[in-house]
């Protein structure tokens, strides 16, 4: 009978194409995987891939093990998860998301540990990057990510999507380019990404965020709204971010004549069968993020 850690293997290095990755995330030696896979090839006695120095393709007879090695993989860990024990109220739960959605869940999940004691809520505030790297690296049971993943061994659905704002001092009484040009832009981590998606959209003017004239920078996600207060510059938050702002009355939020919404994307391991805690978790943030399950 087949090795089930050949085929873990296999699969795993079909979907990272690289021996050495493979081996960083099964925690073997790059000859340990190696072997494995020549084992596995010994086993149903023809090549499995076509190798061409550092880089391989597969065989049809690769494929075709791929195929059902990965169905397998993926019902023997659904058995595992029936046959446990699986309390929705006990356990512990890693999450991670950008730090504007990571506003407004962190308090739905302390909220839903202080109901059930025994759950244990651990979240992370990161950016896209370290998410994906944390969730390849199993370090995180679910990440919210702002973007597509492009590692193959993790799952992505779109979420929910959050409405990006413009925000200004509120002796601003207009945001024509003229206006927004003198103020000048107070700068985040995201701050490109945001601007550029949304003043995109609505100035003919805008080519890139350069053609303002920089007036700061922060990347803590609680004070990014600071400097706007006090009148120093503009800057574009998504919604979550702009309404965690406690001095509302110094800031003013505008609505521009297209508005733009960033995607929110559930991510996962790409066989990982979630315990009932992590779904029960999930179920709230969408009902926080979306108004309904």
């Not at 595992?80 to 506003?103: K, M, N, T």
């Not at 109901?115 to 969730?135: C, K, S, T, V, W």
């Amino acid at each position: 009978m087949v090795n089930l850690d050949w085929l873990q293997t296999f699969c795993t290095l079909v979907e990272t194409r690289h021996f050495t990755r493979t081996a960083e995330k099964l925690a073997m030696t790059q000859p340990g995987v190696s072997q494995q896979i020549r084992k596995l090839e010994q086993h149903f006695q023809q090549p499995l891939l076509l190798r061409e120095g550092k880089k391989f393709t597969l065989t049809e007879a690769g494929h075709q093990v791929y195929r059902q090695a990965r169905q397998s993989l993926i019902e023997l860990a659904q058995l595992e998860y029936q046959l446990g024990q699986d309390d929705p109220h006990i356990g512990r739960c890693r999450i991670a998301s950008p730090g504007s959605v990571g506003l407004k869940l962190y308090p739905v999940g302390l909220e839903l540990q202080r109901h059930y004691p025994q759950l244990q809520i651990e979240y992370q505030f990161a950016p896209n990057d370290g998410i994906e790297r944390m969730m390849a690296e199993r370090q995180l049971d679910i990440g919210l990510m702002t973007r597509i993943t492009e590692l193959p061994e993790l799952h992505y659905h779109q979420f929910a999507s959050e409405p990006l704002c413009l925000v200004t001092p509120p002796a601003i009484t207009d945001v024509s380019w003229k206006s927004l040009m003198s103020l000048g832009y107070i700068d985040h981590p995201d701050g490109r990404h945001h601007t550029t998606m949304l003043l995109g959209a609505n100035y003919p003017q805008f080519e890139q965020i350069e053609q303002f004239p920089r007036r700061g920078f922060s990347n803590q996600i609680g004070l990014l709204l600071e400097p706007v207060a006090l009148g120093l510059g503009f800057t574009v938050l998504p919604l979550h971010a702009t309404n965690a702002f406690s001095r509302q009355d110094k800031i003013t939020i505008w609505t521009l004549p297209n508005p733009v919404e960033e995607q929110i994307y559930l991510v996962k391991r790409r066989y990982q069968v979630s315990p009932s805690r992590i779904e029960l978790l999930q179920q709230q943030f969408a009902t926080a993020l979306n108004g309904e399950l």
